[in-house]
């Protein structure tokens, strides 16, 4: 039942957009693939740059056949289900939460606002977004959608592929922005994530790397929300308008996935 649900339901997305090609809205908003542009917001993954998480595995690529000797080109992929850019599925944290196969495709489908912090994170990088800064947002940019991912642009993308994206101390501390605890309390109280929705970011984790605890993601899973962390090009990304899709293999109980992310952006 779970998949032929997901089934219709990426038929019915699908339709939306198709329909919207004239300019208007299709399912749950969707928008019109002519009058936007795609994006793709993911690092491509390189044994030879891609950063993991402390502890994770390694990214590693195997040539397994080539043309020449076999006749076709194959390798054999190494990964952790959180390598590179990629998305966190509730049961992340949460055994009792839905994990990546259980999850409905519209959790993966959903409109886009981007919080830029740059300049905070570089005066600090231990830098947390303030329910201020959110508020402030709006007042600029109208209320953030219900059912959003809200994704933070830190600049970090820029480290991608260099010892400077962990940005450890002389203590051996990794120092990555992120969301404030309050902040992500007061978009789901508010509504903002609504009953699905996102936190995005181009850093490990959508919490600062200070917070051991993980309280946010921990939040965030705990309210059937997803992650979407590594993102990449954000820059090509509007602060309102856009929708993003999120694709990856879906695994069975799977923690969440190495994604291609895109953003349909509106062509202005």
Do not use: C
């Amino acid at each position: 039942m779970r998949r032929r649900s997901m089934l219709a339901g990426v038929a019915t997305t699908v339709g939306g957009m198709i329909a919207a090609g004239t300019g208007t809205a299709g399912a749950a908003g969707a928008p019109g693939l002519r009058d936007h542009r795609l994006v793709s917001l993911s690092h491509v993954n390189d044994p030879d740059r891609t950063n993991v998480y402390p502890g994770d595995p390694a990214f590693k690529l195997t040539t397994i056949t080539t043309v020449p000797e076999d006749g076709f080109y194959l390798q054999y992929v190494e990964q952790g289900e959180h390598t590179g850019t990629h998305w966190g599925a509730p049961a992340h944290f949460n055994s009792d939460e839905p994990a990546a196969d259980e999850l409905d495709v519209e959790d993966l489908f959903l409109p886009a606002v981007k919080i830029d912090v740059r300049d905070k994170a570089r005066r600090d990088a231990d830098y947390e977004v303030t329910v201020d800064d959110l508020q402030r947002w709006e007042r600029k940019h109208g209320r953030i959608p219900n059912e959003a991912a809200v994704i933070l642009w830190t600049g970090w993308e820029d480290r991608w592929g260099t010892p400077a994206f962990y940005n450890y101390d002389t203590q051996g501390r990794m120092h990555q922005p992120g969301f404030s605890l309050a902040a992500v309390q007061w978009l789901v109280r508010t509504g903002r994530l609504g009953r699905r929705g996102a936190l995005g970011t181009d850093t490990f984790s959508p919490e600062s790397a200070l917070d051991a605890e993980y309280r946010v993601s921990k939040l965030l899973y705990r309210e059937h929300r997803i992650s979407l962390e590594i993102l990449a090009n954000l820059a090509k990304l509007p602060e309102t308008g856009a929708h993003v899709l999120v694709g990856g293999t879906i695994n069975r109980r799977g923690s969440g996935s190495p994604a291609t992310v895109f953003a349909f952006v509106p062509r202005r």
